[in-house]
């Protein structure tokens, strides 16, 4: 086919599965990348130049491109991570563009400064406001108005009537940058040797070729110190860097360490931004001004065009997957960006994933090891309580162990962490007249007690009712009771146990981002003395006065069939058991548990790590699971049962026949409704090599359309089960 230059192939930012035809109108030139709109529909559209059309169209059926924005086009490997990021996820890749394309504000050129210098003519009325702004004018160089009024303390009318009496003259700058370039020879940091070590073996990858890096060390190893040094030297390199964190929360502790280092802060990308800062950063990431980004797991998606280095701050977190709609996860997509971007990739967890841990053990990945605390800092001891020996009174949580051992710490002025990876204040509510139990009206899945709020609230969906008086099926008055424990639950207990103590409860539903990030600044200047948090404090703080931690059910994620739960559990556990000790303080962790000999128990007591690795490797082997093997789940969801367990059966009988894969289901899923929506699961298993991404593709485009509400949904490579 002979290329028309006047008619291009566009990739809308919709859900669609490949480009539209359009023609370039006279005067309009674009090359692939460019971004442009046009019309779809009756509306305009945002779209990116895909090159040129595939198929012939009538010239005279097609529309023309309404507008080509003014700004640098996207980087030929970023579209190749669209179309790799839909092929592998299943997703159209007008949906992810949409990821890209985050907002017309981006692409408008931004607005100028309005500003104020003098004139060096007097106003025939000078009164005190209008003198202290003269007064700030003196130096003569141009004062932008929110700054002039800032400094001075005027109204703007007070401005604006200098203006009229030509005393000032309003002025036109170009906007400040986002933000300024970080310098890497600002406050280089002093490296032990095994940090230096560890760092000279990062920087032996070529900072313009691909390469992966597993920087694996123990909790308060100095892992930050050591890759912001790698970030250093690929902004030496005249390259970019983006580093990506797990939880929005961590941003701001973070963000002031990386201002340290390089003497001003890095642009950020996260959900607490406004449009207009988020349209600024982006803005900045492609015309080259913004040189680093700190941000979630959306930032990789943004428009670089000199990406040299990726960092994954404890990418062993299970925050990076994507769960709704395009259903990716941010670690593997990483390492695709890096390798079409001739990036570095350092992924920095003191739990690495299994997969990332068999990359580096098969020499797939350079693994750089930090096996001692920074500073000479001891690793906390860890000791198992067996609550079936040693567990507390009926209706307590907290082992007596344990809480001597919090006396102890509170005595001696150090903090004490009691941890609990469970929301809210109990997780069922049952009436002890008729049995009862209160459960989400649109989900399988029981009403969580909030105690503070004073709600039943389902974790699945958000549905909430005032907590009830009397039952609401037998109508008895006092039969209500909590069943189990919740992070609410504790902190009730620990308030009758230490009532002397400072308390603070930590849980994500507890305030907003804003307003956590207060509390651990708070608790790192220890204005608090005993801590109850859920998995949220385990993510990546220093608390230097906090000495024991207590896991009050360090068997709690080894409950559901989910062949990652020994993972996650070690993972969590050995992270916040790492909180304590972060100083020149000892530090202990408790870990009550009803399982003292299951394989995850003995490798935190003993501190063998490697031999957790190995058995979990073997199993994984054996199972045939990753990263031995893969996955793809899909959930067929309808708002009856019948339908859709029916159409999971005809999706079952439709697949093609293949030695390579193995399928399983259907059978309802763990949570079998969510928000009214019934839901049923498939398994596809099949070996490492085999594509499996573009079987599920071939068998769902032979299998029966999907019709009314029904809904299918894919998800490769899953982390969760439910």
């Not at 031999?611 to 067929?636: D, K, Q, S, T, W």
């Not at 999706?651 to 929506?677: N, Q």
Request: with cysteine.
């Amino acid at each position: 086919m002979e290329d028309r230059p006047d008619i291009v192939a566009v990739m809308v930012g919709v859900a669609v599965d490949g480009p539209y035809s359009y023609r370039v109108p006279p005067g309009m030139a674009v090359e692939r990348g460019s971004i442009v709109s046009v019309p779809l529909g009756p509306r305009l559209t945002l779209g990116v130049v895909w090159g040129p059309p595939k198929d012939m169209v009538a010239h005279n059926r097609l529309r023309d491109i309404a507008h080509r924005y003014d700004v640098l086009p996207l980087s030929e490997e970023l579209l190749k991570l669209v179309e790799w990021v839909a092929r592998y996820t299943l997703a159209a890749p007008g949906q992810v563009l949409r990821a890209v394309l985050r907002s017309t504000e981006a692409l408008d050129p931004p607005k100028p400064v309005v500003a104020y210098r003098r004139t060096g003519r007097e106003p025939e009325k000078l009164t005190p406001a209008r003198l202290r702004v003269l007064d700030a004018l003196l130096d003569d160089m141009p004062w932008p108005k929110p700054a002039l009024i800032g400094a001075t303390g005027v109204s703007p009318s007070v401005i604006e009537g200098l203006e009229r009496a030509g005393a000032v003259e309003r002025l036109e700058m170009p906007p400040p940058p986002v933000v300024l370039p970080p310098d890497p020879e600002s406050s280089v940091a002093q490296l032990s040797e095994a940090q230096a070590a560890a760092l000279a073996q990062i920087t032996r990858l070529d900072p313009h070729q691909f390469g992966v890096a597993l920087l694996d060390g123990v909790t308060g190893g100095g892992k930050t110190e050591v890759f912001f040094e790698a970030v250093a030297d690929t902004l030496r390199a005249g390259r970019q860097a983006l580093i990506l964190l797990p939880e929005i929360a961590l941003t701001n502790t973070f963000i002031a360490r990386f201002t340290r280092r390089f003497g001003t802060k890095p642009a950020e990308w996260h959900s607490d931004m406004t449009p207009v800062q988020r349209a600024r950063v982006w803005r900045g990431v492609l015309d080259g001004t913004v040189r680093a980004v700190v941000g979630a797991r959306s930032a990789l998606f943004l428009p670089f065009r000199e990406l040299g280095m990726l960092v994954l701050d404890e990418e062993h977190d299970g925050a990076y997957k994507q769960a709704d709609g395009i259903t990716y996860h941010a670690r593997d997509m990483a390492v695709v960006r890096a390798h079409l971007s001739n990036a570095r990739v350092i992924l920095s967890s003191a739990t690495p994933s299994v997969e990332t841990r068999n990359n580096a053990n098969s020499g797939r990945y350079s693994h750089v090891m930090l096996t001692s605390r920074f500073a000479e800092a001891a690793l906390p001891d860890i000791t198992a309580i067996d609550m079936r020996m040693e567990g507390p009174d009926k209706g307590q949580w907290i082992a007596p162990t344990l809480a001597r051992e919090v006396f102890s710490a509170l005595d001696r002025g150090e903090q004490a962490l009691l941890f609990l990876n469970r929301r809210g204040y109990a997780p069922l509510t049952l009436c002890k007249s008729c049995g009862h139990q209160y459960q989400c009206p649109d989900c399988s899945a029981w009403m969580v007690e909030h105690r503070f709020r004073g709600v039943l609230m389902c974790h699945h969906c958000g549905h909430e009712l005032r907590r009830p008086l009397e039952c609401g099926k037998c109508g008895d008055p006092e039969s209500l009771v909590a069943v189990g424990p919740g992070i609410e639950r504790v902190a009730e207990e620990a308030a009758i146990r230490f009532p002397d103590a400072r308390r603070v409860i930590l849980s994500s539903d507890m305030g907003s981002n804003a307003q956590l990030r207060e509390r651990f600044a708070e608790i790192e200047r220890g204005e608090y003395d005993l801590i109850i948090g859920t998995q949220l404090v385990s993510k990546g703080h220093h608390f230097e006065k906090l000495s024991v931690v207590g896991v009050l059910d360090a068997d709690l994620g080894l409950a559901h069939g989910d062949p990652r739960a020994a993972e996650k559990t070690f993972q969590i556990l050995t992270q916040v058991a790492g909180r304590a000790g972060r100083a020149s303080r000892s530090g202990k962790a408790f870990l009550q548990t009803y399982h003292p000999d299951h394989a995850v128990m003995r490798a935190m007591v003993s501190g063998d790590r490697e031999a957790f690795y190995a058995h979990e490797l073997m199993a994984r082997e054996a199972g045939g699971l990753p990263p031995f093997g893969r996955l793809a789940a899909l959930i067929v969801s309808a708002n009856e049962h019948d339908i859709a367990m029916n159409y999971a059966k005809r999706l079952l009988s439709a697949a093609p026949m293949s030695e390579g894969v193995r399928l399983f289901g259907p059978a309802d899923a763990p949570i079998a409704m969510i928000r009214g929506r019934h839901r049923v699961r498939l398994l596809a298993q099949s070996g490492k090599d085999f594509d499996l991404s573009g079987y599920v593709r071939f068998w769902l485009g032979s299998a029966e359309k999907i019709t009314g509400n029904l809904r299918v949904q894919v998800d490769i490579d899953p982390m969760s089960f439910m």
